[in-house]
């Protein structure tokens, strides 16, 4: 299995190029799964000159392995649910609601941390670019995307750098748009695509969000200096 990324950040500046007719997009919004999908949408962000925000969606593990998904739950309560995993570990309601209610709490506690009392942008009549570092399982993704559809955006993108081909085919049956950059036929893991698939922090996910706040305001305040001066020269004052 070969490498094709070096980074998340380098995956997010290919994904860009793919969706260069969104730049500066003036409905557009870059929404990144956290923690992995924060560091493509800064890159994403920075070349298309879209706000960045964080769409906070959680696995829900099986206890005997948390990183076996029975389902995803979002921050607005959504829940997918693996099925096939929940048959095959005979979870009881209650046993399965004790794993989910785990994940609510860490989903308050990354509301807190990553928006810092701050609302969730509006996605109404938005165009949405749904962004992560990868799909394996796509529970976390559909989770996301099926609550993100319930907040009425006019057009539901999706990004993904790579992903199994039938789990991509599943995503892009539920967006207006999926763009991925790879489907390996022999997939094993999303971060065995990465020479570079360290872990990302609470803290680099707030300090994406706050860089990445700061350059498009930066470059809006710079624009609208432009447009004041090119006013200004074009009337010029009667004495």
């Known amino acids: 299995m070969s490498m094709i990324f070096k980074n998340r950040e380098e995956a997010g500046h290919r994904l860009a190029k793919v969706l260069k007719q969104y730049r500066h997009h ?12 924060a560091a493509v949408g800064y890159a994403m962000s920075a070349d298309l000159h879209l706000p960045l925000d964080v769409f906070i969606t959680r696995k829900i593990g099986a206890s005997e392995n ?62 949405v ?13 559909f989770a996301s995307v099926t609550a993100i559809r319930r907040e009425q955006p006019r057009v539901l993108v999706a990004a993904i750098p ?18 991925v950059l790879e489907t390996p036929s022999q997939f094993w893991s999303v971060g065995g695509y990465y020479s570079d698939f360290r872990q990302v922090s609470d803290e680099e996910v707030v300090n994406y969000l706050h860089v990445a706040q700061a350059a498009l305001h930066d470059r809006t305040g710079r624009s609208a200096g432009i447009r004041k001066q090119r006013s200004s020269k074009a009337s010029p004052q009667c004495i």
Not at 26 to 37: C, S, Y
Not at 101 to 123: D, H, K, T
Not at 162 to 179: T, Y
């Open 26 to 37: 003036p409905d557009g919004v870059i929404l990144a799964l956290p923690r992995g999908g």
């Open 66 to 127: 948390s990183e076996y998904a029975l389902g995803a739950i979002s921050e607005t309560g959504n829940i997918h649910l693996n099925f096939e995993a929940v048959d095959a570990f005979q979870l009881s309601d209650a046993e399965f609601e004790t794993l989910a209610n785990v994940q609510r709490e860490e989903i308050l506690r990354r509301q807190r941390l990553y928006r810092r009392g701050q609302p969730a942008q509006s996605l109404k009549d938005r165009v």
């Open 129 to 141: 670019i749904v962004v992560d570092d990868g799909i394996a399982t796509g529970a976390t993704f």
């Open 162 to 179: 790579v992903g199994p081909p039938q789990v991509i085919e599943r995503a892009r049956a539920m967006v207006d748009e999926l763009v």
